[in-house]
């Protein structure tokens, strides 16, 4: 009843919403673009000009097609509509290209395929349990989940201004997240089976999706202790699953497998010689175990425990290069931080089984997937971070506990993407919409729950302020001193340092809640 009241009476203000935040992108056109903005035009080139099978192996650009099938695909269906605007965006050998028709259409196709996020975050409002009856429209779940993700910070600086598509794809996650909600398991499945054959970035997150259709889809029933009835495995609904997953493939990978290039593919997926760390240091915990490395450097060095003379200087005064080699600490394989990652993960998964507790469950599982995934991934790049930021948004209008971690990650890590807009006249528009999203994150969320305990503690709020004196002492004292000369990754440095503290504090307060939550009777009996 509560979403047929929604669909009825609430379409007039989601309708608001969506095109609120959609007139605002038109107004972000202009703005700076990173490097991604000739990545996806030399893509589209790519695809335009050239046969399959030599998309995978085309290296004029240093750029190169390093995403699946299915976006190589996507990136082809633009490109027939580019033609349109600019003829030459699609030249291979125009490097750098960026007429002002090529930017308009560009910005555009972000826009315009971010009515697959906005139809997405309709339909997990409509899968939010409505109890909370609020006279005032501003204090709904519904309506404060739909602010959440419509004009989520993060999504309108990395898609909107540093430029890339992550809008649809995130779509297209939210989509799947919502039908499993609504049981619609095989919908749900082969949204996200599509999804990983966008961009393999959510492969982070598959643990979830595996565990949680096995517990509910495949397993048809439970026992009244909600521990699992062996019996009611159905080999049909697993044989339905198989089918999806194996057909999805077949449509993305076949083509190469027949050409003979599918290991060119993967090696393009997955570049494991990029290093640990990516240009701009992800807050993560390898950022933590860098700076502990570099202060041990430096303290060793004044202690003459180490000789200057073996260490290379990039290591000192560069930040972090692409192959970098630890001083102190051991140097970090790719092979542990899989063994990191994967033993990060363990304990969500096990909870998702031996503790169904519905679609609430699979959320917290995938957000604590994609955290530590985050944390203790290879080449992290830090707009991973929304991976967990978005879907925690549906569990933080739920419960008071969730909503307090809700408001120190996303702070935090959307604090931590301001180093992507470097450029001085986007610096005020940075600072404008973080202030305005968290302002309301907080005030809507506080409403919310406002007959409960206060969301965050003293030493919480004490944490978050001090984001304040480090912006200004980043952006406004740091480049006036002669440091900027001679360490120019300090605010870097000191940006993911700090929110590395901020998001490991977070995913640790996620998983004690989670590891220490009772299952009720009426859950267990789901």
């Keep these: 009843q509560g979403a047929r009241a929604m669909a009825a009476g609430g379409r007039g203000w989601f309708r608001a919403l969506a095109l609120g935040v959609s007139f605002l992108k038109c107004l972000l056109i202009p703005a700076y673009y990173s490097t991604d903005f000739e990545v996806h035009r030399n893509w589209l080139a790519i ?46 050998e125009n490097l750098n290209y960026a007429s002002r028709a090529t930017i308009f259409f560009q910005r555009l196709s972000v826009i315009f395929t971010d009515s697959l996020f906005i139809y997405a975050v309709h339909e997990c409002c409509r899968c939010v349990n409505g109890k909370r009856a609020a006279k005032d429209i501003l204090e709904k779940p519904t309506f404060i989940l739909a602010v959440l993700l419509l004009w989520n910070f993060g999504l309108l600086i990395v898609d909107h201004i540093h430029f890339q598509y992550n809008g649809f794809l995130f779509g297209l996650m939210l989509l799947s997240v919502a039908r499993l909600c609504q049981k619609r398991y095989l919908e749900g499945a082969l949204l996200f089976a599509v999804l990983l054959h966008f961009k393999h970035i959510y492969i982070y997150v598959a643990p979830a999706y595996g565990i949680y259709l096995l517990r509910s889809y495949c397993f048809t029933a439970n026992n009244a202790d909600g521990s699992l009835k062996w019996r009611s495995f159905s080999f049909l609904h697993v044989t339905l699953l198989g089918l999806i997953v194996c057909l999805v493939s077949a449509l993305s990978l076949g083509p190469f497998l027949v050409l003979g290039q599918l290991p060119q593919v993967i090696s393009r997926l997955f570049p494991f010689k990029r290093g640990l760390c990516h240009a701009y240091w992800a807050p993560n915990f390898w950022a933590l175990y860098n700076a502990m490395d570099k202060a041990l450097t430096i303290l060793g060095l004044k202690c003459n425990f180490l000789d200057g003379t073996k260490i290379p200087k990039a290591s000192m005064t560069g930040g972090l290069v692409q192959e970098f080699q630890h001083t102190v600490l051991p140097s970090v394989t790719p092979l542990a931080t899989l063994i990191c990652t994967f033993i990060a993960i363990l304990p969500s998964v096990f909870c998702l089984w031996f503790k169904p507790q519905g ?15 985050f944390m203790f991934g ?23 506990k969730d909503a307090g971690i809700y408001l120190i990650l996303a702070t935090t890590g959307h604090f931590s993407l301001f180093p992507l807009l470097f450029t001085p006249p986007e610096l005020p528009i940075k600072i404008l919409l973080m202030l305005l999203f968290t302002v309301y994150s907080f005030s809507s969320l506080k409403s919310l729950f406002r007959r409960e305990k206060p969301l965050l503690n003293w030493p919480e709020t004490i944490y978050l302020i001090q984001l304040v004196p480090l912006e200004i002492f980043c952006e406004i004292i740091f480049p006036l001193t002669p440091w900027k000369w001679h360490f120019p990754f300090v605010p870097l440095l000191l940006t993911s340092v700090y929110c590395a503290l901020g998001i490991t504090y977070a995913w640790l307060k996620l998983y004690i809640s989670v590891l220490t939550e009772r299952i009720s009777v009426r859950q267990k009996a789901e």
């Design 359 to 373: 679609p609430r469950g699979f959320l917290q599982c995938l957000v604590l997937c994609a955290l530590s995934s």
């Design 378 to 400: 290879w080449h992290v790049h830090e707009k991973a971070i929304l991976l967990a930021i978005l879907p925690l948004s549906l569990l933080c209008i739920q419960r008071a």
């Design 47 to 92: 695809t335009h000009n050239l046969p399959l099978s030599q998309w995978y192996y085309e290296a004029t650009s240093e750029w190169t097609l390093d995403y699946p099938p299915f976006f190589a695909w996507f990136e082809y269906t633009l490109s027939h509509i580019a033609k349109y605007f600019d003829p030459q965006m699609l030249v291979v």
